[in-house]
């Protein structure tokens, strides 16, 4: 089985999140940001806000959050204020998870990345610089896995292939890279060259050589507006795109994603998002 779910706001507090995602989108997981995509500070959420949200999930069985960090957020730059930015973001947000995952320890939770762009620095100093940070960050005891994200390429981004990831995480301690996995983003996969389409069964044995599908702990599902390696990142809904409802089907049906969380980041609005949860449902049935 699967499950699947969408970013979420939690603007309207935490346990709102969960029930609109089991009332109204009938979805069974979801992902979120702990601050605005584009930074800032973030919000504390009250305890009494986290139980309640823990007990719907309960209620209704849902499968892992995903939150992921900021957008802005940019753990390789060539910048070093920026790249203390990104320690200090890191920092509270997986206090905050820690916060969530004591509520519910038996389950697994993830704080999902984007490794950064290299800002000129090249790519081999762009990999130690995240791995520098993710360092500074991990606790060897903590409960939340971080996940790098499979990105597209575009500009100087690190993490558009599975050896650019594995990189990174080789750098990592390794009592701290026990709490490293992989977020994989279909859009973005497609886009930095691998083709999903007519050989996903390639693709996810690339991955599991290089990384190890064990580590591959999510799922971002999106068609791409782009062709095969086009290195651009732009989304589009689920068979509008490149990749195709087909190879979407397939994707997720696939043995080796089982039980993974699929989360969409598709360009919707509420029906929209009701509507594709419905179809990937479908597919799973």
Not at 18 to 29: F, L, V
Not at 83 to 99: H, S, Y
Not at 161 to 169: A, G, N, Q, S, W
Not at 246 to 253: F, G, N, S, Y
């Amino acid at each position: 089985m699967i499950y699947i779910g969408s970013h979420l706001s939690v603007s309207a507090g935490y346990a709102a999140m969960a029930e609109k995602m089991a009332e109204d989108y009938h979805g069974n997981t979801y992902a979120f940001f702990l601050r605005s995509p584009r930074g800032g500070k973030a919000k504390v959420p009250e305890e009494a806000d986290l139980v309640k949200m823990q007990k719907i999930r309960a209620e209704h069985h849902f499968g892992p959050m995903v939150a992921h960090a900021p957008y802005t957020m940019n753990p390789c730059s060539a910048r070093e204020d920026i790249r203390e930015l990104a320690v200090t973001m890191m920092t509270e947000d997986l206090a905050q998870m820690e916060r969530m995952a004591a509520l519910s320890p038996e389950e697994p939770i993830y704080y999902n990345f984007h490794p950064g762009s290299h800002t000129g620095q090249g790519v081999d100093r762009g990999i130690e610089e995240t791995a520098e940070v993710l360092n500074r960050v991990i606790r060897p005891d903590q409960h939340t896995t971080v996940l790098l994200e499979t990105m597209a390429g575009k500009g100087s981004e690190i993490g558009k292939t599975f050896e650019e990831l594995k990189r990174i995480m080789d750098l990592v301690e390794p009592e701290k890279a026990a709490h490293l996995g992989v977020c994989f983003d279909t859009c973005h996969t497609w886009d930095a060259g691998y083709d999903l389409v007519y050989d996903p069964d390639g693709v996810f044995a690339a991955f599991d050589r290089e990384i190890g599908l064990e580590r591959l702990f999510a799922v971002h599902l999106n068609d791409s507006k782009n062709p095969l390696e086009a290195a651009k990142d732009r989304h589009e809904k689920l068979g509008e795109g490149y990749l195709g409802a087909k190879a979407l089907e397939r994707i997720v049906q696939h043995p080796a994603l089982q039980g993974r969380p699929f989360i969409l980041e598709t360009p919707n609005d509420d029906a929209g998002y009701r509507r594709e949860i419905a179809l990937v449902k479908s597919w799973n049935q």
